[in-house]
């Protein structure tokens, strides 16, 4: 559905948020319409999951089956940044709470308690499915009177079952089997330990349940939320009584103060069943309140304002790009010759110089060293070239350029005009560089071609001289790896780069440069360029395009507002965060001799 609204209307601010969970790419990949469905979802600029989970399955996916490079909070979809978000849902706290205290429900309240006069109520709602666990619940819940014969007689398993989408014959014959097995083997002709209730039950008696059981009960063993559980802490405002929870379900990462169990592990689960009884009214009170706490606070109202303002967000801050038309050098030159202070920050590889197989040889031809020379011999101007080549390449090669600053490994390093290398994480712990070096090297020495740069802040691993197709599948493999291994326990990111994987601290990027050098007061400038060409200078593109906005939105009649021009490298419909485009890294460098060459406010185009 996404992708058929975006044809239709290509300019549409689309979100998706998915209620179900999202399976493994193992499990994911062997669907036979996989790629029409993942296409489908991306044609969205905003993607909902209910859990982290959840959402990195969706992105190993769209790696694994699609080849497409993701990060933890977007995918690139040919140009095109789609958000990945997660955000999980919540109940109408109002309407539980005004529901629960309705008459009806009062009086179904007496009625259950005459019924079950002195006895524990453990509660469980689901619906007839595989996925449920009611099979294991029953399990357990056996194991539990076996292990503890002292709660024989004193605790009752109020079980109510719906009916699911289709019929499921041997599940319903297991489920009267366990059902029959437990009440012969440890019921009477008074007391029945297992109340089964198959069919749909009222809204009041459900809201009746919820309000006297002495304990909640879900073991699914796949859920995507399970609100039920929500509604139960909502219903204990009185009791205080506890909730055991299913690791499976997603509110599992949300609701702390529940007991959180295997549903697979009988004896486990019998195990938290006698603790949550025997549990004292001091620690019921303490996990119910950090329960209460998180649902009222995380309600529906809360869950809808979020995934809206976070489609907001992403539309506002320019994911969604678009292309670019080329640039338009004469309006760049008359630009520059207008502004009295400029800033000028450009990459270098891809944009300064054209892209070699071997990085060593991308060196910078005469005619580009040339205009850099002339633009930081004017003092009014501040030219800056930001890249993710290492501080000895940047001094070799343009540190002899009088007035020139630099930055590199993608921001890692700086080094102001004629001054000395600033090293920004200085104190950060870099400790996950050996962990990363093990992993490239396991993939160096099984891809042929392929080679390891080490830098001080960051490692990258190149195959641009590997076999294409099967350097991109190695590629995707190891990206897999680092992210299971190393990506999410460490503060750190995968950089996917031209024929390349960069593994950097997250809080590094070219971004976060361009905010240093435009300083605490944007507005200064008045001419501002940026060139770039792959994905890290994206990050630069979108800082710019943010301040631009914060400084016009200050601006009363607008009348002041300075010159901006994002440039990107590349193909004319290529997708960018970028205003303009050009098609090589030899018309950036036209470009700058252009406004090199401008005197007295007169440019040759």
């Not at 009884?277 to 979020?306: F, G, I």
């Not at 390891?452 to 099967?470: C, G, Q």
């Amino acid at each position: 559905m996404p992708e058929m609204l975006s044809k239709m209307h290509p300019a549409a601010s689309i979100g998706l948020f998915l209620h179900s969970p999202f399976p493994s790419s193992e499990l994911f990949r062997s669907l036979p319409h996989r790629k029409n469905i993942l296409n489908g979802m991306l044609g969205s600029t905003s993607i909902g999951f209910q859990t982290y989970s959840y959402a990195r399955h969706f992105l190993s996916s769209c790696t694994r089956v699609l080849g497409l490079e993701s990060t933890p909070t977007g995918i690139d979809n040919k140009g095109s940044i789609v958000n990945i978000g997660v955000f999980p849902i919540g109940i109408d706290v109002k309407f539980v709470q005004e529901r629960r205290s309705q008459s009806c429900v009062q009086s179904k309240m007496a009625n259950l308690k005459e019924m079950f006069a002195n006895k524990h109520i453990i509660i469980g709602r689901d619906k007839l499915d595989e996925v449920a666990g009611i099979k294991q619940k029953l399990e357990a819940f056996e194991r539990f009177l076996e292990l503890y014969p002292k709660w024989q007689g004193k605790v009752v398993l109020i079980q109510v079952t719906q009916p699911g989408q289709t019929r499921q014959p041997r599940l319903e014959a297991k489920i009267s089997e366990l059902v029959t097995s437990i009440n012969s083997n440890h019921g009477s002709l008074e007391f029945m330990p297992v109340m089964y209730h198959h069919s749909f039950l009222d809204t009041d008696e459900y809201m009746a349940l919820l309000n006297i059981a002495d304990l909640c009960l879900i073991t699914v063993i796949r859920d995507g939320m399970n609100t039920g559980s929500l509604e139960y802490v909502v219903c204990q405002q009185d009791k205080h009584s506890p909730l055991i929870l299913s690791e499976f379900t997603g509110t599992a990462g949300s609701v702390s103060g529940a007991i959180q169990i295997n549903p697979w592990d009988y004896e486990g689960v019998a195990q938290a069943i006698d603790t949550a009884l025997r549990m004292s009214p001091e620690e019921k009170k303490l996990r119910y309140t950090e329960m209460y706490n998180h649902v009222v606070t995380h309600d529906a109202q809360h869950w809808a304002s979020t995934v809206i303002k976070d489609l907001r967000a992403t539309v506002l801050a320019g994911k969604s790009s678009s292309a670019t038309p080329f640039l338009d050098l004469a309006y760049f030159a008359k630009a520059f010759a207008q502004s009295k202070k400029r800033l000028i920050m450009l990459d270098y590889d891809g944009t300064l110089t054209p892209i070699t197989n071997i990085p060593a040889e991308a060196l910078p031809p005469p005619e580009m060293l040339e205009a850099l020379k002339k633009l930081c011999a004017d003092p009014r101007n501040f030219v800056c070239v930001i890249s993710g080549r290492d501080r000895e390449f940047l001094d070799l090669h343009l540190g002899g350029i009088k007035g020139l600053a630099l930055s590199g490994e993608h921001g890692s390093f700086i080094r102001y005009a004629d001054g000395d290398w600033i090293n920004l994480l200085d104190e950060m712990d870099m400790s996950w560089k050996d962990e990363v070096m093990s992993i490239f090297q396991f993939y160096t020495e099984r891809t042929a071609g392929s080679t390891i740069e080490y830098k001080e802040t960051s490692i990258t691993w190149h195959f641009r001289n590997a076999d294409p197709e099967y350097g991109e599948f190695q590629a995707k493999e190891c990206m897999n790896h680092l992210e299971n291994s190393v990506v999410s326990k460490r503060p750190v990111e995968i950089l996917v780069g031209k024929k390349c994987l960069e593994v950097r601290p997250i809080s590094v990027n070219k971004g976060e440069i361009v905010k240093r050098l435009m300083g605490v007061h944007p507005e200064q400038w008045e001419f501002v360029a940026c060139a770039g060409d792959d994905k890290t200078d994206e990050d630069m593109f979108r800082a710019l395009r943010t301040m631009k906005r914060g400084i016009a939105e200050q601006s009363i009649d607008g009348s002041s507002a300075p010159h901006y021009f994002t440039i990107t490298v590349g193909p004319s419909d290529k997708k960018s965060a970028a205003v303009w485009h050009v098609t090589s890294s030899h018309k950036v460098v036209e470009a700058l001799q252009i406004i090199a060459a401008t005197e007295d406010g007169e440019a040759t185009v």
